[in-house]
């Protein structure tokens, strides 16, 4: 049996370790009431996984607003403080998340988290999933483009000393397995909202209930497909 060329496993946040995606659903169709009209299903299924900047031009576009660089920048501020307030409540976490994360900590695995939320609201999050978990953490707002650009799971490898074939990113949207992909990491998806197409990079579980250490060695192949 080859040896594991695994060496880090790199976590998206929202609706991957957190069950957060439900309350951005509340925020970002809150969001479209305040800027004027209710959201519609298809506009929300194009924002989950997006960079802010992203989302917010879909909202805009969708209620035929000008994406005026203030109004933008007023929406933002509008938003994030809803979800401040939203994850200040609780955040719950996925299904096997926290048990998986922490066994990967203990295997002595690269640990960094790879998210689109800025700074702010995951250090809100940050405070549910221990910052023990994590060598690293990257956020949207640190990085020149979000996901599906592969910048965010570039500049973690780059601060593990990795290359990104020695990673596995775990994902639930097509937005940042599109971004983990283009990195050139091997992705793990486990799909929350909405259903992630395949590709010979890309591997599925329904859940991280019961993914071990020994289940993420044999996940990742780097260079297939």
């Excluded at 960079?51 to 509008?78: I, N």
């Amino acid at each position: 049996m080859a040896t594991s060329t695994l060496r880090a496993v790199l976590w998206d946040m929202d609706g991957t370790l957190l069950e957060s995606e439900t309350l951005w659903d509340i925020g970002m169709r809150e969001l479209s009431l305040h800027l004027g009209g209710p959201m519609t299903d298809e506009t929300r299924r194009a924002t989950i996984g997006a960079s802010s900047a992203f989302a917010l031009q879909t909202v805009f576009a969708s209620l035929d607003l000008v994406p005026d660089p203030d109004a933008l920048v007023a929406a933002k501020s509008w938003l994030y403080g809803r979800m401040g307030e939203l994850f200040a409540q609780g955040l719950p976490w996925r299904p096997g998340a926290r048990r998986t994360l922490g066994a990967v900590r203990a295997a002595g695995l690269g640990s960094a988290l790879v998210t689109n939320t800025d700074r702010a609201l995951c250090e809100f999050a940050l405070d549910t999933l221990g910052r023990e978990h994590f060598d690293h953490s990257v956020c949207g707002d640190e990085v020149p483009a979000g996901k599906p650009d592969p910048a965010p799971y570039l500049r973690a490898a780059q601060l593990l000393g990795l290359d990104t074939a020695q990673c596995l990113a775990v994902e639930d949207s097509p937005t940042g397995a599109a971004a983990a992909e283009a990195a050139g990491c091997t992705v793990l998806v486990v799909p929350s909202l909405t259903d992630v197409p395949g590709s010979p990079r890309r591997v599925f579980r329904a859940s991280l209930e019961g993914v071990t250490v020994a289940d993420l060695h044999a996940l990742h192949r780097p260079g297939a497909g």
